[in-house]
């Protein structure tokens, strides 16, 4: 169609091309990738998952320095499995805007992690349960997204 439109009519020399729904977009929930952290256990080793700050986290991992049988019974049933002595949990990709059209990854390592002691449930819930009341945040384009994607040390703490 563009070899077409070229030869009947005039390129534009700047356009505009909206991400959105018709018939307009007149505001966009903006982005900050906000750094969050906390003290990191002794008995984790590792710990890793998401890519990009606007993308559901889809695979995290944990090593733990010790893990038992009971350790791993318990990872099975937040959906972990074991490989090489690394627990690794899967969810399903979304865009960071929408949340809750995906499945956390993260959300299920940590939910493991506070059920075997080695992370602060208040903080889990300050992540994932709205403890910090950001669903009563809201303007003309909706609530307030928070979504921690991505997952990592940084010496001794964890960073989100």
């Known amino acids: 169609c563009i070899e077409h439109y070229k030869k009947v009519a005039v390129m534009p020399e700047v356009g505009f091309t909206p991400d959105g729904?018709?018939?307009?977009?007149y505001a966009e929930k903006g982005l900050i990738p906000y750094k969050y952290s906390c003290k990191k256990s002794q008995n984790i080793l590792e710990i890793c998952g998401g890519d990009r700050v606007n993308v559901v986290c889809d695979k995290a991992s944990v090593k733990l320095k010790?893990?038992?049988e009971k350790t791993i019974e318990i990872a099975k049933t937040h959906g972990g499995k074991i490989f090489d002595n690394t627990l690794i949990f899967e969810g399903r990709t979304a865009h960071g805007s929408t949340p809750?059209?995906?499945d956390n990854a993260i959300k299920k390592m940590l939910a493991f992690l506070v059920e075997i002691g080695e992370f602060d449930k208040d903080f889990y819930q300050n992540l994932f349960e709205d403890k910090l009341g950001f669903s009563t945040v809201k303007d003309q384009t909706g609530v307030l997204t928070f979504s921690p994607n991505v997952i990592k040390i940084d010496n001794?703490?964890?960073v989100f």
């Open 66 to 68: 010790e893990l038992t």
């Open 21 to 25: 729904d018709f018939p307009v977009i």
């Open 100 to 102: 809750e059209n995906g």
């Open 156 to 158: 001794d703490k964890i």
